[in-house]
């Protein structure tokens, strides 16, 4: 585990994770602990879901700290239908450099679909993170395809009551809140068994309330 | 060989405010301390102004009075495209600085119709270009520009008659400033007293050029003058002084341009096939269109009704600061029949195009960066930008990730907000005064609270200690 | 249940950063209930004594303090527990001012780590430095200060406040500091947010749009209710602010001056030195005995001198004065106390007291407790050589000039906030080129509406209030223009000191007010321009008589010069030669001293906006119409006929009409000028009509004094002020009739002072049949001389080098040096290797006209004087040939007299045109000054002055001159300004309208204006055969 972390601080932000995997699935650092060290981090390349019951526990906080990594490329970040505006100064005292975010707004599930699928392909966005309030199995089979060209990072985000029981997306992941924490649970992922209860403090806690 | 000469007496306040831009007083200041008025256009002679007032006193007859400082580089500049220009009536023309132009005609007036149907065909070229002058012609060359510096239109054949006017002119137009002032000095006012003194006396005194500028302006000895050289490639810029977005403004100076495009390619008879025009906006990023049409032309007419139409259906930079026209290509005229094909863009990168397809098919407006602004006020610290544009840094406060476009109101229970049940406060109050500068003067206190879902949100409450409670952000 | 102590405050002494004045913050503290209140602006003391004077007043205890920014990273409060402590406080501002260019301080560390034991720290952490950091700086402070140092807390709703008060929470636990409740505050109230925000701005030259988060986030740094801070602060933290104040003993009222001791010799008190003194000046004042009146009245003098302690001062003063004598350096004093008769004695002024009828009792005042007032003015070339005096003598950490308060005018107001608004540069020019020399604040909107600014929208509503706000704040400090304070120990115990802009200078931090609030001694050095004219006329008129002649050998009251004066013939001379003045003179006609003393104080903007001058003047025609209320008030006016005209007599009348006591009646002037001018007003007000009422004056007689007291508040001038410079008049006036080529000699030799150029004093002196001769190069000096003239016996003035344009002052030295030694003009212009362009300078101002014929041959001549060859021998000189070029004409020659010199001996321009001028029926001034009154009238003249004075409700003063003299218009101001273009626009004015007179003074009221200045280009036409 030293080397790999070494890794993380001297190679580029990209490493080799350790789990074998169908393919070879490049990881990138999530920089949470409790997730780097039980999946070495957010897979590349590989369509990821987070579903939580309500927006506001902490669910996109999970991703930004691979966003402020991503965005030092010179690619985009593709937002596409956010449900709120996205908050520049929050995202940028994350440390996200924001001339990187795209935002794409659309009217339809469709629309969001064929957006997200466009910057999955189009080679120039190193993330691409969508909003969906429904989706089908078929939009999620097409993202997932394009996903497997590319080295992107690529999740989508949407209510657990509505997201298809059945999806072929390799990577499902719940987001819940409780008190200060954040509650992860992995149920689907590439080669391995689903983890359940991971836990970090919600980044807004440690922010007003944390330690000092 | 005969001289027309020229001259732009208000080529001071024409070489820096466009013709569309004079709308109010306008005075141009040289560069002393304290400045004097040199130039003014028509709003402000009518207000009054003097040259060689100050300033001070230009403002105190009007306040409304904008203000330019003098760009000698730029009346040259115009100068010589004017001088260009003319080409298309002689093989020979010449700037006299500061202030002058000149054409060899002798040559070419009777190709033109002669003196009057020339002097008329050029006066009103000369005025859609954007400028006024005063044209006389003499058989020297210095004899023409100080007759037009002087403010006369006369047109003198023969050497004679030229002689017995230079020598009632002023002797202001001789000689430098200290030059003048000591020919003032002697009491001498006119050119022809200098010619009556001693010769080397007056040589002496006040060097050899003066006598010699003399002669050559009655012919005595000749003054060869440096022809333009016609130009190898059209590439014009025109800055603004007031960034605009206005199309017809824009469109007006481009009209300019186009007009000695045309001269340019008459000249080399020649049309083009191939020519861009770059507009720069205030960030300095250029906005490249580019035209290309399947047949050659100079036609300034044409290109005009082309480019106008290309750029209605452009979107331009919001503040315009200049414009260029630059001829891509030459190649000989043909039959007169064009039809526009707009240009590929060339950059062919990725990100760029990534854009160009989703604004496609969802619209302009629905792809868009974000940048955040340094404003006390949550909703007005970040906008809406062009994707990729750098922006300036707020500090690190704690803030949501997610912004409502519009706060949204809150229930409340005695005087408690209420989403979903009652809130938990976990953080504040942060007190938000400021904004007042611009109607939007935002007081409130701003929580971070907890629902009964555990989810943290951000809300406020309006100051001074309202009741009402809004949502802003989610800590998502 | 512990109340609060305000111990970090700064005022809007931290310039363009405390949004509230001194005294705002002191008032609201008390208001608010504290039990005290610091005043700790950053790295300063200059607010401290406004704060105090108010403090004292409310009964509010003020804490001295000061904010410094250490190697900027700590930020840390100083108090003072002591008067040691303030010393130690003023110590280190002025170390830290001292070493850092004007307007910044730099205190290191090591600055702070001794000699602060009587102060107490309060820290502000910076909590974006990291906590480790923050520990060191923790230990640091703990060692300076031991137990005198706290933690300031500071609650203002910020962000991340919650985790910041942990932080410190856990710093002071670490590092065992106590923490205290603090404010942090830059404002009195919430309201003064809006003028916060301008001032970070103003401060950063940016928009209020730009400044994003250099603003104040909010408005929490102004003093809030007790009741809101107990909601936010706990009572530990509350009751540490009343423990930290109770260790706050000092207050400045316990500052004690102390003279230096060198003024007094060895062996003898400061008492019996002065009594010395004086007996010894009176004997020489009084060669024949003194007469016994002056003999009672310094004898009274002495006493209350001696009861009050002030001898030293006197005595200073005359340390000073002394040394000018010696060094016959001219001065003269004036101020409440320099027309005493110990100062006459003591040579400090010339006001004789046997020739005054002034009530000198007034001079220092027991009650009043302010200290005696005595400013000494010398001629203005010379007063440096008396500061080094001073400066070498107590040594400038002894020595150093008050301070003066650079305020915010309305126009500069308008400016900052304009563009700290977002006005863009355009705009913001356009409001204040409406500021123009004729503005008042009253007619604010109106010129913003004439600039096209609509005044009822938001952005010029928020201009005006904002402006109207920031007007009279401080800016800057700037020097005093001569107020010096010296100390008997180092001035940095007593206040600090500061670098001025002026290199090698220092300044205190407080101003002229702030001295006369603690009682402070201060002497105030000044410069005078017709100091240096007199001395230089006394100095012509010694030569010409070949024996010495001082102010002292001018006769008193002669009536031929009153009677000039009374014509208004009064160019050049001191104060009466403005418009103004000179328009009062022949309703006026002084007859005696005492007449040019009213006249000095009448024609003054208090007086006239008091309405005093008219009442004046019919009293004086007819003194059946004095009458008085009441014989209090009789021996008030008396002198004055009725009506009060100086200072002092208004704050007389408050007291004895209206039973204010001393105190009062001062107090009433000082807030006059003072910041509170509109809500300080009113109680005053009531106070003294209802005083007055009680006493039996009716309410109109009370009103008509209160308008005088406003008036007075700024404008007045006090009779002593007035006596000192009467006497400069009478001087001036008498040289200007018995020596009148040697007073024009000596004024254009001191210019530019006064309200005439140098072509107006000839013209004059010209009137007054002096004649005055062209330079010459052969005769002229540096500066203007006087030839005799064997004839006529009188002299005349030769203009000297100094008059020439563009001469160099090397040239002007090599000429005298070389003249002597040649007559001939080749060879001494080569002698003296003169530049081509010191040669045309000299040509062209017809210096050797003489010798060379007119100015065209001359100039002709002096260009080609570089290029010949130089002869061998003085004999082998080619004669001067002249060459057919045209003669100059009259009018040719006035304008290049005029280029050259700025002045003409030839004829007047307008003599030249007169023609041109006759066939447009215009009339000369002697023809306007004969006209009936209520004709219509047409003249032209050169505009020699255009005023607007402030008091005039918007009319413009014109004076016209012509071959005759001057003519005097009046415009009102809509005619003004329709025709304003012409009224700046012309040299040559004509005018058009209906004569006014009033005894000898005739106006013309202009109805049309007309500009002749073309008619000045026919002066260069001439025919064209030139030869």
Redesign the interface.
Known sequence: MATALQDIHHSPYIWRGKEISRRNTHFITSEINSIDQAIGGWPLGALIEFTS?????????LL?PALRKLSQQD??IALIC????????????NGID?????????SNTS?TA??MD??IR????SAVVGWFSFVTEKILRRLQLAMDTQETLGAYFINTESAPRNVPTPWRITV????DQTIINITKRRGGMPISTLATT????Q????S? | MLWLCLNFPKIAIEALIPKWEDVNPTAIIDSGQPPQIIAFNKKAQKIGLQKYMSLSSAFAISSELQVFPRSIHKEIKHLEDIATWALQYSSHTSVQPPDCVLIEIGSSIKLFGGLESLTLKITKSINALGHTTIMSSATTPLGAAWLARSGFNVHLQSRKELENCIYRLPVSLIGNAQQVNSIRSFGIRTIGEIAQLPRKEVTQRLGADLLDKIDRAIGVIPDPQPPTPIPEHFKKKLELTVPTEDLSSILFGIRRMVIQLESFLSLRNTGTTHFAIHLKDESLKTHDIRFKLSRPSRNSKHLTDLIRERLNQETLPSRTESITLECLNESPLSAQNFSLLPDQNQTTEDGIQLIEKLRARLGYDNVFGISSIPDGRPEKAWAKNIPGKQSKENPSYLRPTWLLPKPKKLYTKDNNPLLDGPLIIIDGPERIETGWWDEQDTRRDYFVARTTDHALIWIFRELPEGTNWFLHGIFS | MPNYAELHCISNFTFLKGASHPEELVLHAKNLGYSAIAITDECSVAGVVRAHSVAKEQGIKLIIGTEVLIENSIQLVLLAKNRLGYGQICELITKGRRSAPKGEYRITKENITTNLSETIGIWIPNTSLSISQQIDTAIFLKQCFANAIWIGIERIASNHEARRLRQLSAISREASIPCVATGGVYMHSRDRRLLQDTLTAIRLRTTLKQAGHSLTPNGERHLRPITTLKKIYSNTLLQETINIANQCNFSLDTLKYEYPKEITPENITPTQYLKKLTEKGLRWRFPNGTPEKVLALVERELQLIRELGYEPYFLTVFDITDFARKQSILFQGRGSAANSAVCYALGITEVDPSRMEMLFERFISKERNEPPDIDVDFENGRREEVIQYIYNKYGRHRAALAATVVTYRPKSAFRDVGKALGLNLEQVNRITKNFAWWDKNSTRENRLQDAGFNTKTSVIKRLIQLTEDLAGFPRHLSQHVGGFVISQGPLSQLVATENAAMANRTIIQWDKDDLDTLGLLKVDILALGMLSAIKRALQLVSDRHQKPFSISDIPPEDPKVYQMISKADTIGVFQIESRAQMSMLPRLKPKCFYDLVIEVAIVRPGPIQGGMVHPYLERRQNETLVTYPSDEVKQVLERTLGVPIFQEQVMQLAIVAAGFSPGEADQLRRSMAAWKRRDGLQMFEEKLITGMRDRGYNESFAKQIFQQILGFGEYGFPESHSASFALLVYVSCWLKYHEPAAFTCALLNSQPMGFYAPAQLIQDAQRHRVQILPVDIFKSSEECTLENNTLALKPMIRLGFNRVKGLSRKAITNIIAHRSSTKELELLIRKTQLSQKDINALSDARAFENILGNRHQANWWAAGIGLAPAPIFERSITPYEQIPLPVPSKGEDVIADYRSLGLTLGDHPLLLIRKDLNQRNLLTAKQLRLAANGSLVRTAGIVTCRQRPGTASGVVFVTLEDETGYSNIVIWRTTAESQRKTLINSQLLGVFGHIERDGEVVNLIAKKLIDYSSLFSNLTTRSRDFH
């Open positions: 019951k309500q927006v506001g526990v902490g669910e996109l906080s930004t690619k985009w956010p449900p709120y505006i996205p908050y520049a100064p929050a995202l940028s005292t924001i001339k990187k975010i795209l935002v794409i707004v659309t629309d064929w957006a466009q910057a189009s080679k120039s966005c819940d809140g409780k008190y919600h980044p807004a806690i922010e007003c309330c944390g000092v």
